[in-house]
């Protein structure tokens, strides 16, 4: 049955809003980001990257791998909580990308994995602008299943439930903007070591699995579950999740 919206504002906040209480889960099964997706989208000469929205810190774990310093803003107290625990030596600050906790053109870079499709817009590009220097960029990164991969496209589809069904997702393009040259997009294949088991576990840290109904909730891992035991690719041990990451940059005017 498909869940009754009446204010699609409420459940994007309630999308929103339901990852703290999850964040150990989303830490352990959520995929990390290719390296070469972030060295396309950063300067040359960065040093001071924010990660905004920075959730437990997967992308954070990337760009310290550059040897980047890094500063994270995050919004819900159980993701920074959890970010804290997992990256004790990177500051991570309460604020939104609609007001970021830093001075004017104090970063090299801003970037935001799984998250710019919960920012408003035009406001978080304003604002975002004006922490990043002239010349510096923002870089937004998607994970997706790589729906060229015929197992992955059919699982993908069992994985839809009322809410995400009722729901308008984000179209996938960023608005131009006046104080950003014109965006650019590249793709970056990647996989994530699953099991059936966890990959389910990552399927359950999604926001439209966490605000479904608990019946439905239950009834669609049943599905997947019983859809991985049948399928050749995923029916014993560990394979690889066929990933895509899409990223999407711009540079600061």
Partial sequence: MIVPVTDEQ?????????????????????????????RWGLPAEAAHVVDLGAGTGKLTEGLRALGLRVTAVEPDEGMRAEFGRLLPDVPVLDGTAESIPLPDASADAVVAGQAFHWFDPGPALTEIARVTRPGGTFLALWNHDDM??????????????????????????????AQWEPFERSHFRHTQRRTAETLLATVATHSHMLIAPPEEREATLARLREFLARTPETAEGEFDLPLMTTAMRASRR
């Fill in 148 to 177: 060229t991969v015929p197992w992955v496209a059919e699982f993908g589809e069992l994985t839809r439930t009322s809410i995400s069904r009722s729901w308008r997702s984000f179209s996938g393009e960023l608005p131009s903007h």
């Fill in 10 to 38: 409420e459940l994007r906040s309630r999308r929103a809003r339901s990852f703290g209480a999850q964040a150990a889960a989303y830490a352990e099964h959520r995929p990390d980001y290719p390296l070469e997706a972030l």
